[in-house]
């Protein structure tokens, strides 16, 4: 006992002496420790990685993830400004102002109101038809057409001449004032794109008048002509979305060509509201105005008329 008490204090001073956390020294061969292995990632944790790296790439812009880009409006693609063929047919609300003088062999006759001295209506619905062939990009043809006819009698209260017949006061006079004007244009359009036009165009309003009085015991004679009256034109024509589109012209013109000479001046206002791809409606507004003087063989004499009033249709582009 007393010859092992010694070892064992030995002992314990070495252990003391030893560094904390140093491995314990056993005897036997020497363990080659296991090589570090990388870290298992599955397929899925490889996915999930990709996507928290583009997160965080998208977060990094300055542009929050929650937003997108800045949308901008597109521009209006309505078929009134792009098809090559436009067609309506409808009705025009005409209000007519017409005074008219036939002079006699002699001399000037009488000019004639027409609406006071025989009551025509002054307000009369009139057909109407529109045609556009866009040929080109930029150039256009366009036919427009309208007739009014309108008749009434009337005792008259005054005596008048026409032409050579001069029918006294308290004489039942049936008094006729028909017109047709077929407009047509060939435009250019300087200014072009998908939604805007602007243009300038020559034309004719083929024009024709026929006013006539009818007495019982007299012999009148009816007053006659058509005139292709020359016109120079501005015109636009504007989509304000797909469907609706606002156009409208004006023409104007002083001719002196026979048989006709004045001026004449002509205005279109339409909106159109095109809600299927070939058909549609217009609402608008027409003027026209002629005034000036007739030299032919079967009108010698001044007409100043004006017809004005609104217009609807329908209307079909291909």
């Not at 298992?40 to 929050?64: D, F, K, Y």
């Not at 004032?177 to 047509?184: E, G, H, K, P, Y």
Request: charged share 15%; glycine share 10%; proline share 6%.
């Amino acid at each position: 006992m007393n010859e092992i008490d010694p070892l064992l204090r030995l002992s314990w001073f070495v252990a003391a002496a030893a560094p904390w956390g140093a491995p314990a020294v056993t005897a036997g061969p020497a363990v080659s420790p296991l090589p570090e292995q990388p870290p298992i990632v599955s397929a899925a944790s490889e996915t999930e990685l990709e996507r928290r790296a583009s997160m965080a790439s998208v977060l990094g812009t300055s542009v929050p993830i929650a937003s997108g880009p800045a949308q901008t409006p597109g521009i209006p693609n309505n078929p009134a400004l792009t098809d090559t063929w436009f067609f309506g047919a409808g009705v025009t609300f005409m209000n007519s102002n017409t005074q008219a003088e036939l002079n006699s062999s002699v001399g000037a006759g009488a000019v004639i109101d027409f609406e006071n001295a025989f009551g025509l209506a002054e307000n009369k619905w009139a057909p109407e038809a529109l045609a556009r062939w866009r040929f080109s990009d930029n150039w256009r043809l366009e036919f427009e057409y309208f007739s009014l006819n309108r008749s009434n009698s009337r005792t008259t209260l005054n005596d008048f001449t026409w032409g050579d017949t001069t029918i006294p006061a308290g004489t039942n006079v049936k008094g006729t004032f028909d017109v047709s004007v077929l407009r047509v244009s060939c435009g250019y359009s300087f200014f072009k794109t998908q939604d805007k036009e602007l243009g300038v165009a020559l034309g004719f309003h083929v024009t024709t008048f026929e006013a006539g009085l009818d007495a019982a015991g007299f012999s009148t004679k009816d007053a006659k002509v058509t005139a292709p009256l020359p016109v120079a034109s501005v015109y636009g024509q504007f989509a304000l979305t797909d469907e609706w589109s606002i156009q409208g012209r004006l023409d104007a013109m002083r001719i002196e060509i026979d048989p006709f000479y004045g001026n004449i001046i002509s205005v279109g206002l339409d909106t159109l509201y095109q809600p299927w791809r070939h058909l549609g409606f217009g609402l608008g507004w027409r003027t026209l105005q002629v005034a000036g003087g007739v030299k032919a063989s079967d009108w010698d004499g001044e007409i100043n008329t004006t017809y004005t009033g609104p217009i609807v249709f329908i209307s079909s582009s291909f």
